[in-house]
Structure formats: structure tokens, C-alpha cells
């Protein structure tokens, strides 16, 4: 009993010491008062402002009102636990609840013809995007569509046109297509007849490739096309009709949710929409959970991580209609990209970032990281689907489809080591579907197609690729660029320029790879390419392992596959083999994540 009696007082004293944090609900509503406490949806305060005043503590939780609309940018400058993180969410019903980046332009004048001018007067930054009835209109260009043509260039500096460039464009922006892989932009600071120089960028140009001029007020031509004068704070729109019966908005604030070394935010069931440049903008974050948002029409990157840190977790998130990247995580190791959609990523040209990692679904770059990315959609890309540079990562079950829309030399998923190889292990491409990796050549010259599937460049190394599926690529299937220790097994390549393609790269040769049990179809011959005969240095058994199937017709062959988590039924008009010679007759089942490739 004296045990007992012990027991229960040192019990009593340990939670008496234990710290209890008090939880409070904070509401916002569009309808609220910011001189109410916020305490109680039935008085809620109104404000981005007056939230960004609270004190949030471990396990708060800071709730907008669905179906509302709040414009501004959201601080998150307090940390939660992780027992009690602070949570950003929503309450009531409805549609989710917007944190909006933009305000309503109003007081539209007419300059000249269908030339139209509204003063941004409370507005202090450069870069905008302008929207009418939440569609955006389209930034100012010389020509409307296409290129121009570099006839010469000098350094990094100036370039001489073979078309005639009428009047003067000083002080616009100059957007040229560098090579496939990166289009940069850069600022006119003079011109002489046909010859513009501008300040220069790090990447060399070349002649015979394209150029176009945006940015400038003789580029507005055409319904909708508009141009923002910083030094005045003045839009120029042109309309043929009076803009001022129009919802017209411009984005002002810089992200949405702003988070910078913070510890354990969740944010859940909020909306995030036409912010100038960042959908949620964090650095140096431990314990981050962003899941069931919904980030669109954001200037730079929908969701950009950077600095160190670790458990990010993105989960279940739409992310669309974005100009540079979907989401950019560096050095942030335990990170986690589930179930997510991405679509329509960096399509238009001019509007991104000055790199060649722009235009990018998914970008994961990290010294000592590690990473899953698992069951998420990826389509509509202007570059690469998922770019990725660190040891310790899995992705899986993926669907990948319509990549290389505005750029080319990129892959449905990506990887790159350079000169210095780093030493990253435990890599592995499973069970993905890549489609349709196509590749843009507008503005190119004399350029190949090679916009491929899997693409593992210069050094990369010790990687698995098993079980995926790769369809319908201009380029390779899976491209092996001076890539090392690469097991590639159980894959089927369809329809694509060459199935595989073993090459090397400058002072690096592939060695070591396996290549086993795949099944590669093509509708040409060369279904497997190796260019030099010392990259046989592989364990691989090309004749007996990897079925070819080549010279098929459309009307002869069927490629299905099945990009859900559970099995699908085809129904079949007939009799049908597979590369195995296996015969199905009249259905055939998928398993999760698998294709394939039948002939009657």
C-alpha cells in the first residue's frame, strides 16, 4: 500500500510540473471586426493584417471562414511543437477559403485608341501579373507568337537581328532562347538599328537561334495584352472595350503564407491564389505539413523551401497555372510529396526564371537529404517533371504525362551529377507511368529531338529503375548519359524515339550498368542504342533478357496501362500477345502502376 500511495503523489507531482499550453481558435472571417478577439466564429476578427498581430502559441490554431476571400500575405513568425503544432485551416462550409495576392485595378482611363491606363498608387514592387475575372491576361510581346532570329552576337552582351526591329525597345526585355534546355530574360539598356545590348547573363547565345521583346509598351497590340511601368506605378492595358465594367486585378503582395525559420506549422484546407510570387515561401523550416491546399496562378513557384531544415511534408495539395516551378525544396532532409496534383507549370515562355532548373513540376536538391515522392499526378510542364539531386530518395507510383512542353533536353524525371560526382546513394525510380515527353524546338536551330522519359545525366550513379512504364517520348525512353552503376529492370518502353539509349559524356564513360528483363517496343527499328562498344562493360544480357518488339503498326499493336491504386480491367476486341507471348483474349487486368504493350 506505502508503494501505492508513492506511486500515485509522484504521478501527481509529474503532471503537476508538466507545462499545459493553452490552445486557442482564432477566427477570420470577411465579415469579422478587427477589434473583436477573434476567439469565437461568432465574433471573428476581419483581416490578413490583424492576424499577422497575433501571438500564435504551440497548438493554436488560426481558422478562415470557407467561401471567403482574404487579400494580403500571412507571417507566420511563432513556432508550435511537435505534440502541438500551430495550425492555418479553415471552418464552415463551403469552398475553401482564398488568401488572394491580388487587388482590384479600377479607374481605367483611355491613353490613346484602345490604349487604356490605371494608377497602381499603393504599390511599391516591380514584377506583376494581371488578371480579368480570375483569368490571367497575357504580358505584352513583339512578335505576338514565335521568334525573331539572332543573325550575330557579341560576348554575352548584345545580339544583331535578321528581322528589322522598328522603333526603339530600350528598356524592355529581351527573352532569348539560349539553347534547348534554358530561356533566359534580360533588360535592353540600348539599341542601335538592329542591334539591341542589354546587361548579360551568365549563359552564352548563339546565332540563328530566337529572341522576342515583351515588357514595353509598343508591345500591346492585341485584346488583353498589358504593361506595368514601375517608375510611374502605371498598368497599361490594351482593350477595344472599356475595361472598367471588368473584374481586372493585379497581384501585389510577394506569397501568400511567408514562413521563415519556424518549427511544427500545419496548414490544411485553404486556398492560395494569384500572389506575385510565391504561393507558400519558407526557409530554414522544422516540421512543415501542407496538406489539402489548393496554390494557382502564382507568378514565380507555388511552393518554394529553401535554407536547411527537415520534415516537410506535402500532401494532397493542387498545384496549377503556375509561371516558373510547382514547388522547389532544397536541402530540407525527411521530405515528403504524396498524393499531389501539378499541372500546368512554366508554359509561358518569358515569364520564368533565368536557369535552366525553371519550369519545373517538382525540383528536390539536398547535400545530406532524403526524400519519398509517392502516388502523385504531373502533367503539363513546361521543362521536367520531377527533378531530383540527393541520396536517400524513392519515387514512386507516379504519373507523369505531357513534359518538355516549352523546353527541351529535360526528362519526365531528371537527375544530374557534372563534373564533380557527388556521393549520392539509394535511389530509386519505381513503378512510375511517363507519357508524352515531346519537346519544344521554337526558337531552336539545327536542334534534335530529345525530350526523354528518364533521364540520368552527366555522372549520375547508383540508381534503380525498375517496373516503370515510358510511352510516346520524342527522345529516349530512358536516356543513360555518362550515367554509372544503373540497374534498369523490369521496365517497358513504347513508342518512343529509341526505347534506350546508353551514351556517354565528356571524360565520363558508363560503366557497370544492368540492363535486364526489360520490355522495349518500338515502331522502328533501333530499339536499344549503345554509341560505343566499350559501354558493354555491363552486366547485361541484351539478346535473351530485354524482349524487342520493333516495326509495329498502330494498327496492329495496344498500349494500356493502368496509373490508379488498384487493378483495372481492359476489355479487348480480339486476341492479343503480349513480349512474353503470353495470349489474352478478350480482357486483360492491370495491377497498380504496370502497362502493357499487346499486339493481335
Known amino acids: 500500500m506505502k508503494h501505492k500511495i508513492f506511486a500515485i503523489k509522484y504521478l501527481f507531482l509529474l503532471a503537476a510540473s508538466t507545462p499545459a499550453f493553452a490552445q486557442s481558435t482564432y477566427y477570420v472571417s470577411a465579415d469579422g471586426n478587427d477589434a473583436n478577439a477573434g476567439t469565437s466564429s461568432s465574433a471573428p476578427i476581419k483581416s490578413i493584417d490583424k492576424a499577422n498581430q497575433l501571438v500564435l502559441k504551440p497548438g493554436d490554431v488560426l481558422s478562415f471562414k470557407k467561401g471567403d476571400v482574404f487579400s494580403g500575405q500571412l507571417n507566420i513568425k511563432q513556432s508550435g511543437t511537435s505534440a502541438a503544432p500551430i495550425n492555418i485551416s479553415s471552418y464552415g462550409s463551403g469552398s475553401k477559403p482564398v488568401i488572394d495576392g491580388s487587388a482590384v485595378v479600377s479607374g481605367w482611363k483611355r491613353s490613346s485608341g484602345n490604349i487604356w491606363v490605371a494608377s497602381l498608387s499603393n504599390y511599391n514592387g516591380s514584377a506583376i501579373n494581371l488578371f480579368a ?7 505584352g510581346r513583339y512578335p505576338n507568337s514565335g521568334y525573331l532570329t539572332i543573325r550575330s552576337h557579341s560576348g554575352k552582351t548584345q545580339l544583331t537581328s535578321k528581322q528589322s526591329l522598328n522603333g526603339d525597345w530600350t528598356g524592355a526585355d529581351v527573352v532569348i532562347r539560349k539553347n534547348l534546355w534554358q530561356i533566359d530574360t534580360d533588360k535592353i539598356i540600348s539599341q542601335q538599328g538592329n542591334t539591341l545590348t542589354f546587361k548579360g547573363t551568365p549563359t552564352a547565345m548563339n546565332d540563328n537561334w530566337g529572341f522576342f521583346i515583351q515588357d514595353h509598351p509598343k508591345t500591346l497590340d492585341q485584346d488583353g495584352e498589358w504593361y506595368y511601368q514601375a517608375s510611374t506605378k502605371q498598368i497599361m492595358l490594351y482593350s477595344s472595350s472599356d475595361p472598367n465594367g471588368r473584374n481586372i486585378e493585379a497581384s501585389i503582395y510577394t506569397a501568400g503564407i511567408n514562413i ?23 526557409k530554414n523550416l522544422r516540421g512543415l505539413t501542407v496538406k489539402n491546399v489548393t496554390i494557382s496562378d502564382v507568378g514565380q513557384d507555388g511552393i518554394s523551401i529553401l535554407g536547411r531544415g527537415n520534415n516537410v511534408v506535402i500532401d494532397g495539395c493542387t498545384i496549377s497555372d503556375i509561371n516558373n516551378n510547382a514547388v522547389v525544396v532544397y536541402d530540407h532532409s525527411g521530405f515528403r510529396f504524396l498524393n499531389n496534383t501539378v499541372k500546368n ?8 526564371t533565368n536557369s535552366s532548373g525553371s519550369f519545373v513540376g517538382l525540383r528536390y536538391n539536398a547535400k545530406a537529404g532524403s526524400a519519398i515522392i509517392q502516388n502523385n499526378t504531373i502533367e503539363n510542364v513546361g521543362y521536367i517533371g520531377i527533378d531530383f539531386r540527393s541520396a536517400n ?51 531552336s536551330y539545327n536542334a ?9 545525366d552527366d555522372r549520375s550513379h547508383d540508381i534503380d529503375i525498375q517496373n516503370n512504364t ?10 543513360l548519359n555518362g550515367a554509372s552503376r544503373i540497374n534498369i529492370q523490369n521496365n517497358t518502353c ?5 526505347q534506350l539509349l546508353v551514351s556517354t559524356t565528356p571524360g565520363a564513360d558508363p560503366v557497370n550498368n544492368t540492363i535486364l528483363s526489360n520490355i522495349l517496343v518500338g515502331k522502328k527499328k533501333q530499339v536499344m542504342s549503345l554509341n560505343r562498344s566499350r559501354l558493354l562493360r555491363t552486366a547485361v544480357a541484351l539478346a535473351n533478357s530485354n524482349k524487342q518488339m520493333q516495326d509495329i503498326s498502330d494498327d496492329t499493336a495496344r498500349f494500356e496501362y493502368n496509373a490508379s491504386a488498384s487493378p483495372k480491367t481492359i476489355n479487348l476486341n480480339g486476341t492479343y500477345k503480349d513480349a ?9 487486368t492491370l495491377q497498380p502502376y504496370s502497362s502493357i504493350v499487346l499486339t493481335k
Request: proline fraction near 2%; include cysteine; aromatic fraction near 8%.
Open 260 to 282: 521563415v525559420g519556424q518549427s511544427n506549422i500545419v496548414i490544411k484546407d485553404i486556398a492560395i491564389a494569384e500572389q506575385r510570387q510565391f504561393g507558400i515561401n519558407g
Open 345 to 352: 507549370i512554366g508554359l509561358v515562355v518569358g515569364r520564368g
Open 494 to 498: 513504347y513508342g518512343n524515339g529509341t
Open 448 to 456: 534534335n529531338q530529345n525530350a526523354h522519359g528518364i533521364y540520368l
Open 393 to 443: 530518395v524513392t519515387i514512386q507510383n507516379n504519373l507523369i504525362k505531357n513534359i518538355n512542353l516549352t523546353k527541351s533536353d529535360g526528362g519526365g524525371i531528371y537527375t544530374y551529377s557534372g563534373k564533380n560526382p557527388n556521393n549520392y546513394t539509394n535511389q530509386k525510380i519505381v513503378s512510375n507511368i511517363i507519357l508524352n515527353s515531346v519537346g519544344s524546338y521554337d526558337g
Open 133 to 139: 475575372n480570375n483569368q490571367p491576361l497575357p504580358l
Open 580 to 588: 512474353n507471348n503470353k495470349t489474352y483474349t478478350g480482357k486483360v
Open 470 to 479: 515510358i510511352a510516346n517520348c520524342t527522345g529516349s525512353g530512358i536516356f
